[in-house]
Every structure is written in C-alpha cells, then in structure tokens.
C-alpha cells in the first residue's frame, strides 16, 4: 500500500518535474525512421513536377513514380517531349535507365552514381539511398524548432564510423505530430553547410498529409536549385514486384 | 728518349702546356657536363616511374590486358613458382589487386585507380612509402579501413589527412559497392598526374569486398636489375603462357620516346661542343706551333729529322691530352657531385614539370662508361687537332725560322 | 691615342698568319654559338607551333565563364558576324569551331567516360593528323554521321568497326543527351589519355547530340606566324564584346607546355653556357699563345722605351680588333650557315623518325632564323673575347724584357 502510493507519487513527481521524458521515450532513430515511413508508405504511386534552375535557364520535368518499400524504385518521364519515354528503375543498390529514343537499357555504373540525375541537384545515389537516414548515422536529440508553423524537433545525425556516407552532419527538422521533414541540413566534415533542404505547402495525398514542395539548394553555389512537387500521390497500392522488372521498364507508360 | 725529350718540354713551357690543357680539360668537361645534365633528367624521370609506378616487370593475365575486367585474375599459385625458379635473379616481387572506383568527399569526387597492396612485400617493390609527407604508411591505430592517396586528389576533393572519403565500384558480380575509407598516408610523387588517380589500400580491405578470392590478382610487379631483366623476361615469357609479360618501357611508351629524343639532342649538343672544341685545341696548337718555330728550327738545324720531330710534338699532345683529360674528369666528378647532392632548380616551369614527372630540380648524374667514351673521345679528338699544326712544321723554312 | 691605334693595327698585319689564326678562332666561336641557338631556338619553334596547333591553337574564342566551368551551358551563338570577323583575318592558318562535353559511351558490355569531340573532320586532320592516325575503317567525312575512336576505347569496349556505340550525357540545358552511333574508323593515337577517351564525330553530329543548334564551345585559332599572338590578341578583344565573349591565349590554356618551353628554355641556356666556356678557354688559349710567340717582340720595344702600361693597351687594341673583325666576320658567315640549315633541315632517322611523326610533328631538326639571336651571339662571343684576352695580354706587364731578348726565357 504504502509503496504503492510512493510510487504513484514518484510517476506523477517525475511527469511534473520531467514533462521531456515522455518525448525521450520515443528515440531520435525512430522519429527519423517514422519520417522516412511516412514519405515512402509500403508502396506509392506519385506525380511528380521537378524544377531545376540554373543561374542561365530554368527548366521542368514531370514523371510518374512508383515504389515498393525501401529496395524498389521507378520513375516514367512523362514531359517535356525530348524526354519522354525515359525510365529510371532502382532495384536494391543497382539503377538502370532505359533510354527508348536509342532502345537501349543501361545500367548505371559507378561512375555516373555520384553524377546529377536529370540535370538536378539531386544525384543518382540520393535516389538509391533512400533509408540511409535511418541506419548510416547515430542520432541525438537537439531540441526544438518552428519551422513553416510547424513544431518540429531538431535532430542531429552523425554518420557512423563505418558507414558509406560522405556527410561530416546531417541537421533534420521533424514535425512533432506528423513527422514531415521540414528541413535538412547537409554538413561537410568542417562542419561547413553543403546542401539544404526545405519542405512546405503541407497538402492531402491518398490517406496522409504531406508537405507537397521540397526544395533542394546546393548552397556553395550561387542561383542554383531544384524544386520537386507533389502533384498527386496514393499511398499502400498494389505493385507487385514484377513490376520492377527490365522488360517492364520498356512497357510502363 | 724522344719521349723523355717531349715530357721535358712539357714542364719546360708551364704557360704554354696549360694553354692546351685547359682547352682540353674545359671542353671534355663541357662535354661530359651537358651529358650529366641531360641523362640526369631523363633517368629520373624513368627511375621515378618505375620506383613509384611501374617496376620492372609486370605480369597479368592475358585478358585482364584487353578488357581490363576484375573478373580476370589470376591465380597466385600459378605465377608464385615461376618466380621461385627465378628468385635468384629477381629482387623483389608484389602481387596486387585493381580496380577503377569513384572516390567522394561532401564536396567532390574523382575517377582514381584502387591498388589493393599487399603491405610489406609492397614497399620492396615501389618507393610509396618513402613518399609519405603526412600521415603514415598504413598501420595506424584507426578501426576504419585505412587508405593512402596523393596530394593532388585531396586538393581535388577538398579533404585532409584523417578525413572520410567513400569509394564506389563494381565487385567482381557487378554489384555496386560503397566503402568508407580514412585517409591516412597521403604521398606526393615526382608526377602529380599519377598523384590524382593512384590510390594504396591493404589487400585484406578490399578483396573480401570485391569478391575475386584471397589468392587472385590482377598484376604482379617485379624488381630486376638492368642487367639481368632480358634475361628473366625471357625467362617469364617461356613459363608463363597465357599470361603478359611487359618490361617497363613497354609499360610505358612514352618513357622511351623521352629517352629516345633525350639521346638525340644531347648528341647534338656535344657534337656542337665538340667542334667548338677542336677549334679551340687546333689554334692552339697553332698557336704553339708558331711560338716554338725558332726551336723547332735549332732542332732541325741540330739533325732532328722532321719524323722524329713530329712525332716528338705528337707525343706532347699525347700527354697534355692525358693531363687534360685527368683534369677534366676530375673537374666533371666534382661538379657532378657538388649539383648532384644539391640539384639545379628550375624556377617558374615547376608546375608544368611535375605533370610531365621530373620535379621541379634538375640532379646531373653520369654512367662510368660515359665518361670513359666521351674522354676517349676528346683524346683522340685533341690529336687529330693537333696534326694540323704539326704538318705546318714540316713546310717551314730553315733558314727562315732561324732567322726570325 | 691615335697613334696607338694606328700601330696596334699594323702590328695585325704585320703577321698574317698570326692574325689570321686568332681571328677564325673568334670567327668559329661565333658560327658555332649561333648554330647551336639556332638549334634550340627552332626546337622551341616547332613546339610553338605544332604542338600548339594541335592541342589549344594559339588563340580561343569561347564564353566568357567556360574556361572556369567547361559546360555545355557555358557555350556561346556563333554569330554571322564572330563568323566574317574570323574569316576576314588574313593572319590565320586554322580556324576550328568545336563542340567539346564529356559524356558516358557504352557498348552494352561496359561503359566509360569519354570526351566527345565535335569537328570539321579536314579542319581537324589540319591541326592533328588525325587521318593519318587512323589504323583501321575510315576517317570521318563531311556528310557522315559516325564516329572514330580510339583504338585502346575500342579495345575496352569490345568493339569493331561497323559496330555501334551508345553515347549518353546531357546536352546544352541539361536535356538528356543519348545517340547511338556507328563507328566509322579506329585512331591510334600516342597519348594514352587521348586514346583511351576521345571520340571524334562530325560538328554537325555533336551539335545534333547535345542540342546545340548552332552554339559552339570554343573556335580554335592557328595563327600563321606565333609572333602575331599580341596583335591578334588585341584585335579580337577590341573588335568582341568581352563581357559575352573570353578570348584566350595558348599561354593560359596550355600552361604545362608553357612550362616545358620554359624548362626546356633554361635546359638549353645551361648548354650554351658550358658551350661559351669551352669557347672562352680555347679563345684564352689562343691569345695567350699569341703572347707567348710574341715575347721577344714585346721585349724589344720595351728595351728600346716603350712602357709596359703603354705596350699593354697597344696589344689588348690589338686584340679588340681582332675581336671585332672576327665577329663581324663570324657574324656574316654565321648568315648562310643558318640559312642553309634553316632551308635543308637535318632529317631524323629511325626511332626518332618514328616518335616525331606520332605527335605529328615534323621528324626533322628545325633550325631557326633570328637576325636577333644571331646579334646577341655576337656581342656576347666578342665580350667573351676580350675577356678571355685580358688575362694572357696583363702579362706582358710582367715580362722580364732583358732575359727574354737574352733568350734566357
């Protein structure tokens, strides 16, 4: 009875004292994972607008996407019309790109992994490594940030002693209630900032809401950016995995 | 005694023996010290590349030449006895794998070229680690997989020592592999072209990630010396079919056309010394000729018969070219070793020389054959010029001489 | 003074032969110094001019910001009129417009980075010897539409001639750029790095590729005569706007040959260094015989009141003299030797031959004419002279006259 009581009395002194620890009970790593879930869904189907501008000239793209989990990957270019046709497929760590005005399939090697995608700025490895996020670094809790009027936790990511990343810090800004990624920061190993991100214009896309606007800026150099919206989105479709085929690339429309 | 008589007059006349001496020493110094120059910048260019890139001998498997595919190694055990039989003329050797892989940093990446080494059999073989200017050459207490790259590449992808880059190839199935490596050794070598693309990683890193089994290589590289490297080339040729075996220069082409035109310009550059030599030797002489007219006349009027006299002039010739000659290879040593510890440096064409992979001093260096041909040369050279006067000797007069 | 001249000059004549030897000595050194520059000077020549035609060309014409990023999008219009300026001077030998962009070629087994190279196929064999190199197929023509590449690329690649290749990268704006393409010819080229990574097509192929429509990413200019550089130079950026157009010279472009120039510069100045010592002691030589044979002379005038301050500046007239005549002579010989050489170069024979004409060069040894150099040759043969003659004719300040006329010397 007794002990009882000083327990109860110990939880509510704790709560009171302590409001943070209810956060602490959900780990940076899994907050940083529930945000990756969330963009990605079991499955989803997207299209998507992407804007890539240059100090001289800016251009669109728009692509039809689908995946499935983590290891599967697939883009259609559906405009502009020198573009049209072009597909681009992941599968675990390898990516291939059908190319149907020379019908040619290649697959891309190392060499190119590093290299921008489409002209962007983003690169062939940013669309591979889609979880790295969640396993390449150790994460810590930083505090929190208002971002967009959003409630958002800060966290730090540092990448693990092993791992195949070339980031010395990624910064990550996660809405508390919902888990969008609001911004992220991308640090050199001087601790200098290299890229950042940004997300806004929170919309409805199938069962969830997510920002629809991401801007990549590669902040070393000037005028440059790349913009992607979300024009629609359906989450948990039925893909089944041969529809991440070789032969399918060809096909899909 | 005409020879007692010619090596008195030598010490006889100082001023006149020491004209022609050092016509000859200057010119056969001349001579050798352009050789010097020239074989001393070529030589370290070749020394280099073989010390820090290509060896003596290389040794590959016959596809691996044409496609260059990681798949196409070869078996350790096949080569290994082949080079047992040969130990006693081979002076090291070091078995390595390959590979061709995207090095990334935050702020750039770069194509190099992944050396997969073996750690002390590779240091017999190259000079690398001497070439170390940070960092070490490998055994460093970090748990990430150590590796040693130029200082050009870290400029070009803007890291240091201790910094994480990612490396990105295909394995020996084609997939594609990311590996962090820490950057613990950076080199600088004589060529900065092969400081951006050459990287050092251990063995033990990197085939259990490329997947082409602990006992395959891609390329054995030999050290033998120059005299015996035809010999063992043949040697390897006959017992190893199906593989390719390639001496230096035929590794690298252009090492040879350097030599090549090397060569020809220092030819023309002693012969064009040489000839200036001559001239200066022969008027000389001439000149001596003409000074000693009245005792060459008493020697007539004494009986000397022109013959003897002749070769009574001759024979002077003959050792003050010998003194010549000593002193100018003395004159050439010192110089050579004085410049040789020091260098000559080049000021403002650095740059553009460490492409080129000479550095940026010139050390003269010369072979003791050269020295020799090139003094055997002069001497024979110095002779002839001083036939000319001599039979200037044989035309005068008499009485004209005597009277003066 | 006067008088001093005038006897110092008859003391030449009196002995011909004397003179005559002492003179040619200065007349050789002269010949030979000149020979030798002019050796050195046309090896730097040829580089100047062939290695230059064929890598950057003396002078280049591309966008303003393509020199710090070389991309496509950093390409510039070729006007109508950059076109008439260009083909209005009269002072080039070459003009290259190109199209340059690295991309990915594949062969379907593998892939490489490659740099595509859009010409004028003649216009390209002008500057390279490009269709001298091929070894195998044919070269590239006006109208067609494949490429050539090198022979250690078609080697990695597994192809043949008659086989295709797949060229993808991005063109002008970043629009994927992807072709496939016949391979028409195999080069050999001596650089490895050229072999392994260049590919020639048609400038029309290019621009098709990366959808440049009409944009170019340099116009190359060989000039007729390197000398010309800082007159071009001004003419064309006065005559384009330099805040569209960046006009540069070889000299920044291609900074490593610069430097072997340069290298190659203080290499020969080394030489000709060690050649004017080996000339200075066999001219020290000659005049202190000269001095020798002429002991009892000297003593004689002394004996009959000549001072030895006097005799001295008399001889080392004397000397002066002959300096000059002998490099003015010298200097008139060394003309014809020159041009004769400069019009039948020495050939080169077997490997040298071989290695010349690989990097397109001429295997002959150039030599060139320069009245300039020729005149340097000759102050400094004729300083050199009366250096080397100062020591032998101070001597006679120290003769002993009375023992040298009573021959005990």
């Known amino acids: 009875m007794k002990v009882k009581f000083a327990l109860t009395l110990m939880t509510c002194f704790m709560i009171i004292a302590f409001p943070n620890i209810q956060i602490h009970a959900q780990t940076a790593v899994q907050i940083v994972q ?160 290299v890229n950042l991100m940004e997300a806004s214009d929170v919309k409805q896309f199938g069962d969830r809401m997510l920002p629809s606007k991401m801007v990549m800026i590669p902040v070393k150099k000037d005028g440059q950016q790349t913009m992607m919206v979300t024009l629609e989105q359906s989450f948990d479709v039925a893909i089944d995995s041969e529809f991440f085929s070789q032969q399918n690339m060809k096909r899909v429309r | ?131 170390i200017v940070e960092g070490e050459y490998f055994d460093t207490e970090t748990k990430l997989k150590e590796i040693c790259v130029g200082r050009k590449l870290v400029e070009e992808l803007d890291v240091r020592l201790g910094s994480k880059i990612v490396l990105s190839f295909a394995d020996v199935e084609g997939n594609i592999m990311y590996e962090s490596f820490k950057i613990t050794g950076i080199y600088k070598s004589n060529h900065s072209e092969f400081d951006k693309v050459t990287t050092y990683v251990l063995q033990e890193d990197i085939i259990p990630i490329l997947k082409t089994g602990t006992s395959n290589f891609h390329e054995a590289a030999l050290r033998v010396s120059e005299d015996h490297l035809d010999h063992v080339y043949s040697n390897l040729k006959q017992e190893l079919p199906g593989f390719e075996v390639k001496r230096w220069f035929e590794i690298n082409k252009t090492l040879r056309a350097m030599s090549s035109m090397m060569d020809l310009s ?31 006349g008493m020697l007539r009027a004494l009986g000397m018969n022109n013959y003897l006299i002749g070769r009574m002039i001759v024979l002077e010739t003959v050792f003050l070219s010998i003194i010549g000659g000593v002193l100018g290879n003395a004159l050439t040593l010192f110089a050579v070793k004085w410049f040789g510890s020091r260098g000559i440096k080049y000021e403002s064409a650095a740059e553009g020389l460490e492409q080129m992979g000479m550095g940026d001093t010139l050390y003269p260096e010369l072979a003791v054959q050269t020295y020799l041909a090139i003094t055997l040369l002069i001497l024979v050279t110095a002779l002839i010029a001083s036939i000319f006067p001599v039979r200037r000797v044989f035309r005068q007069n008499i009485a004209e001489t005597l009277r003066t | 003074m006067k008088q001093s001249l005038i006897f110092a000059w008859r003391n030449l004549w009196r002995n011909k032969r004397r003179t005559i030897i002492t003179i040619s000595s200065i007349v050789f050194a002269v010949m030979i110094a000149s020979l030798m520059r002019g050796v050195q000077l046309g090896s730097y020549d040829k580089m100047l001019n062939d290695a230059i035609k064929s890598s950057t060309g003396h002078l280049s014409i591309m966008d303003k910001d393509y020199w710090e990023s070389k991309t496509l999008i950093n390409s510039f219009e070729y006007t109508d009129e950059l076109d008439s300026l260009i083909r209005s001077d009269t002072h080039l030998s070459i003009r290259a417009p190109q199209i340059s962009s690295g991309c990915l070629a594949s062969s379907g087994r593998n892939t490489r980075g490659v740099l595509i ?120 950026v006065d005559a384009l706007d330099t805040t569209v157009y960046d006009i540069r010279s070889w000299k920044s472009m291609n900074k490593v040959l610069l430097q072997q120039i340069e290298s190659d510069n203080f290499f020969g100045k080394i030489i000709i260094g060690i050649l004017y010592l080996v000339i ?25 009141g000549l001072r030895s301050s006097k005799l001295v500046r008399i001889v080392l007239a004397e000397t002066i003299m002959m300096g000059i005549i002998g490099a003015l002579i010298g200097l008139a010989l060394s003309f014809p030797l020159i041009y004769y050489f400069h019009l039948n170069p020495i050939p080169l024979t077997g490997d040298n031959a071989e290695i010349y004409r690989e990097f397109n060069l001429e295997p002959i040894l150039e030599v060139a004419i320069k009245p300039l150099s020729l005149l340097r040759q000759f102050v400094i043969v004729l300083i050199l ?21 009573r021959g005990r010397e």
């Open chain 1, 34 to 193: 529930k945000s990756i879930d969330l963009l990605n869904g079991k499955s989803s189907q997207a299209t998507i607008q992407m804007t890539i501008v240059r100090p001289k000239y800016a251009r669109s793209l728009e692509m039809k996407t689908w995946s499935s989990g983590n290891d599967y990957f697939m883009v259609y270019i559906t405009s502009p019309a020198q573009e049209k046709g072009q597909v681009f497929m992941k599968r675990e760590t390898d990516m291939w790109n059908w190319i149907p005005k020379i019908s040619r399939m290649i697959k891309i090697p190392p060499s190119m992994m590093s290299q921008s995608w489409m002209g962007s700025d983003f690169t062939n490895n940013d669309l591979v490594k889609v979880n790295s996020l969640a396993v390449d670094y150790t994460h810590s809790m930083l505090g929190e940030e208002e971002i967009e009027g959003y409630d958002c936790y800060k966290i730090e990511l540092i990448p693990t002693l092993e791992s195949p990343v070339v980031w010395g810090k990624v910064n990550m800004w996660i809405s508390k209630e919902e888990y969008f990624q609001m911004r992220m920061e991308y640090y050199d190993e001087d601790m200098e900032l």
């Open chain 2, 1 to 131: 005694m005409i020879v007692q008589l010619a090596w008195r007059n030598i010490w006889r006349n100082r001023v006149r023996s020491l004209s022609v001496v050092l016509a000859i020493s200057v010119g056969l110094f001349g001579t050798l010290f352009v050789s010097a120059i020239s074989h001393g910048m070529i030589n370290r260019i070749i020394r280099s590349t073989i010390d820090n890139n290509i060896s003596d001998i290389q040794v590959h498997s016959e596809e691996y030449v044409i496609s260059e595919e990681l798949s196409d190694v070869f078996l350790k055990e096949d080569v290994q006895p082949v080079i047992d039989a040969n130990s006693g003329v081979i002076e090291s050797y070091a078995y390595r794998v390959r590979v061709e892989a995207m090095a990334s940093s935050a702020n750039g990446s770069y194509q190099v070229t992944v050396l997969g080494i073996d750690k002390e059999r590779e240091i017999m073989v190259t000079s690398i680690h001497e070439l």
């Open chain 3, 385 to 405: 002279s009366i250096v080397a003659a100062i020591g032998p004719v101070n001597s006679i300040g120290n003769f002993n006259f009375v023992s040298i006329i």
């Open chain 3, 280 to 304: 200075g002691f066999g001219i020290f030589g000659t005049v202190l015989m000269m001095v020798m044979e002429r002991r009892r002379e000297f003593s004689v005038m002394m004996a009959l």
């Open chain 2, 266 to 296: 220092t030819f023309i550059m002693i012969t064009i010394v040489l000839i200036a030599l001559i001239f200066g030797v022969i008027n000389t002489m001439l000149m001596v000729v003409m000074e000693r007219r009245k005792e060459l």
């Open chain 3, 117 to 236: 190279m859009g010409v004028e196929p003649e216009i390209e064999d002008q500057r390279s010897g490009l269709r001298s190199k091929i070894v195998e197929g044919k070269y590239l023509d006006r109208d067609s539409e494949g490429v050539v590449i090198g022979g250690m690329l078609a080697k990695y690649l597994h192809l043949k001639v008659g086989d295709s290749l797949v060229v993808l990268g991005q063109g002008y704006m970043g629009m994927t750029a992807a072709a496939e393409l016949e391979v028409v010819g195999l080069y050999h080229h001596p650089m490895a790095m050229i072999d392994k990574r260049f590919i020639y097509t048609n400038l029309n192929t290019a621009s098709e590729l990366f959808y440049m429509d009409g944009r170019l990413t340099s116009v190359d200019l060989v000039l007729d005569d390197y000398h010309d550089l800082d007159l071009a130079m001004t003419k064309y």
